[in-house]
């Protein structure tokens, strides 16, 4: 979706930090360039240029001189797996190089690059066609192989001509499993698949509802014996992808079963989902506040919505609302913790070796002396798993909802390639203020309440429900 692309591009500009990112070293020296292949990116990019066996050499030693574990990883994993993509590619074309064979590794970080670009340079010039596309694939295969969910390769961005802000792209719909479920772990995601909004486009005119379950996708079952196949993903199409889909359906409500073709396309948001933070007062004077990314000024944005909604009243509870929370800052993260607890360790960022710096509550910040409760899903990712892993460890109020995303390997830094594209990933690793590890297990709510069709299909939202009730006692 064209979501995700956007928060790509949006999250680079608040990644970018001081500093100017070195040009990519020339084949002689791309062996020496341990520790000094790359620096922080400083202003977006320039125009994209090709990327090359250089720039692969640029970024192999930009993740072992400042990755959070690059000191200590195997760098040869690396370059195997840029090597299978390569081979993969050439096989997928229809074509083979008899000198595709992969050099030996020894574990000496320089002399494996050296023979890795050797072997690369030979293979690339029997396919000088296919040059631009092996490079590209052989580079996201390397940062694939980090295995990590702050690490990513941003290149080749595109977007429609008529797009415009607030457009997205894609089907127009939301599932109870996400996209990036689907790019991530898709092994926590839940039978049946249906749908959980209709947000416009293809999905809308096609008369889609909440509720709605989807049997089969381009003909192939969701689920098999529980577990997730990946024709989901065909549900969340990114630009210029414009393949259509078809979607099998039934409305328990009715017992109707039936097909619909829906192909991809730009459609307006509307502009209440566009907004970050929603607020609103509920039953017994609760304050009901939904917060969909912990941008710059996000946390005030909070804090004032409460503000306002406690004027002339005395509130009884805040709902936060984190559900489909992306993450952001983790500045922001601290900031509307410290509303909440003054003095107190929310979380650390270590390195490999153990050395951990920790982040802390921001004492500027008035408490607001109110009973929380705090509503997750597989949504909430990175530093929203920074602040419900603090309420939860920390005891400021109570998880209701399911599991978070288990997406939080450290802070991420921007570093600027040669030809103008962007490697991110973290120089620290994410630890709760317990210590315990988040990334790829996630933040268990206190609360288990999972979402159902019948739920989706009658307007029913269960989670806040039990929110009410528990703040109620």
């Not at 997406?407 to 490697?423: E, H, K, R, W």
């Not at 315990?436 to 933040?443: A, C």
């Amino acid at each position: 979706m064209l979501t995700v692309m956007r928060t790509a591009a949006a999250g680079l500009a608040v990644l970018l930090a001081a500093g100017c990112a070195a040009p990519a070293p020339p084949r002689s020296q791309a062996s020496a360039a341990a520790g000094t292949a790359c620096a922080r990116a400083q202003a977006p990019p320039e125009a994209e240029t090709a990327t090359t066996i250089d720039v692969i050499g640029q970024a192999y030693f930009c993740i072992l001189g400042d990755y959070y574990s690059g000191a200590t990883l195997d760098a040869r994993s690396l370059l195997t797996a840029g090597f299978a993509a390569l081979t993969r590619e050439i096989n997928r074309h229809g074509r083979e190089v008899p000198e595709a064979i992969m050099p030996a590794l020894t574990g000496d970080r320089k002399a494996d690059w050296a023979a890795f670009a050797s072997a690369y340079r030979k293979i690339t010039d029997r396919v000088p066609d296919l040059r631009d596309r092996l490079a590209v694939v052989t580079l996201e295969a390397i940062v694939a192989a980090l295995g990590d969910d702050h690490a990513r390769w941003t290149h080749d961005l595109k977007r429609p001509l008529d797009y415009y802000d607030g457009d997205d792209y894609g089907l127009g719909l939301e599932t109870n499993v996400t996209g990036s479920q689907m790019d991530g772990d898709s092994g926590v995601a839940l039978a049946p698949l249906f749908v959980t909004a209709v947000l416009g486009g293809a999905a809308r005119a096609a008369g889609l509802r909440p509720g709605d379950i989807v049997e089969a996708v381009n003909g192939s079952a969701p689920f098999v014996d529980g577990e997730a196949t990946p024709a989901i993903g065909a549900l969340y199409p990114r630009y210029p992808d414009a393949r259509p889909v078809e979607v099998r359906l039934l409305r328990e409500s009715t017992g109707r079963r039936w097909s619909v073709t829906l192909k991809p396309a730009l459609y307006p948001r509307d502009l209440a989902a566009l907004q970050v933070v929603r607020s609103k007062l509920l039953d017994d004077d609760v304050a009901y506040v939904r917060m969909t990314g912990f941008s710059p000024d996000s946390a005030n944005r909070v804090l004032r919505a409460i503000s306002r909604l406690r004027s002339g009243r005395t509130l009884s509870g805040v709902v936060l609302d984190l559900r489909g929370n992306g993450g952001g800052s983790p500045t922001e993260a601290n900031r509307l913790l410290g509303a909440f607890v003054h003095g107190k360790v929310t979380a650390y960022q270590c390195t490999a070796g153990g050395a951990c710096e920790a982040g802390r509550t921001d004492d500027t910040v008035e408490l607001l002396g109110l009973p929380l409760v705090v509503l997750t899903d597989r949504g909430c990712a990175s530093a929203c798993e920074h602040f419900s892993s603090a309420v939860k460890d920390l005891h400021l109020g109570r998880l209701v909802g399911t599991r978070t995303a288990g997406a939080i390997s450290g802070p991420a830094q921007a570093y600027l390639l040669g030809n103008n594209t962007v490697l991110v990933f973290p120089a620290r690793h994410h630890l709760g203020p317990n210590r315990e590890v988040i990334d790829r297990i996630g933040v268990p709510p206190d609360y288990h309440v999972a979402p159902t069709p019948k739920d989706a299909a009658a307007g029913r939202d269960p989670a806040l429900a039990r929110a009410l009730t528990l703040l109620r006692e």
